[in-house]
């Protein structure tokens, strides 16, 4: 898969890998490695961001510290205590570990998709303008990734007028944020929900009218 040019689905990012690779088997047998980057916002605030990484692009697996990382945002639906759940990934296509010191953190993505549920704007109690909305997008081997995007201000009024089926392109970053989720009346569990905060949106001729 490492060795196709995937030109809807593109992430880099610089940061600090915080947790050592872990071995991990996907469903075909392929051995994978696990781990984690950080990257922090100009506000000082830091995103946490799973990883998944082939052992053919040769990482050391104990490695830890300053690195960037190149590849594509996947998501992969489980079950888990008879739900359905997703997790948010990046597929990492190349990692080149750095010197302390020489890290200038970034996030970036770039994803072109289809809106697969209508977009659902709000006005949070600030006074702030939302919309959310959930992008398809396209894999070369006939799957598709389901991923969430946020967009503010003049951008969620633009987003709320897309309808379901049409071709979009965003430009934005990879957040993470933490939430608390009610298991019971007596429990709570600390949850991690990641999502696409978009800089850019550009509504996309649909090819596959063509």
């Not at 598709?144 to 709320?160: E, F, L, T």
């Amino acid at each position: 898969m490492t060795d196709k040019v995937i030109e809807n689905n593109k992430v880099t990012i610089i940061g600090e890998i915080t947790r050592s690779f872990r071995t991990y088997q996907d469903k075909q047998g392929n051995e994978l490695y696990r781990a984690s980057i950080r990257t922090e916002r100009l506000s000082g605030t830091a995103d946490t961001i799973q990883l998944l990484v082939p052992e053919n692009i040769g990482i050391q697996a104990v490695a830890k510290g300053p690195a960037q990382v190149e590849g594509m945002f996947y998501s992969h639906n489980y079950q888990e205590d008879g739900k359905n759940k997703t997790l948010l990934y990046v597929f990492a296509t190349k990692i080149e570990f750095m010197a302390v010191g020489e890290v200038a953190h970034a996030n970036l993505i770039y994803l072109d998709g289809y809106i697969c549920k209508e977009p659902v704007y709000r006005i949070t109690p600030l006074g702030r303008e939302i919309t959310d909305m959930l992008l398809a997008v396209n894999r070369p081997d006939g799957q598709s990734d389901y991923i969430q995007c946020i967009c503010w201000g003049r951008k969620a009024r633009n987003a709320r007028e897309l309808s379901v089926g049409d071709r979009c392109a965003v430009w934005g970053r990879i957040q993470s944020r933490t939430y608390m989720k009610q298991i019971s009346e007596d429990q709570v569990s600390e949850r991690t929900a990641y999502e696409v905060s978009v800089n850019r949106l550009a509504v996309l001729p649909d090819e596959r009218n063509r």
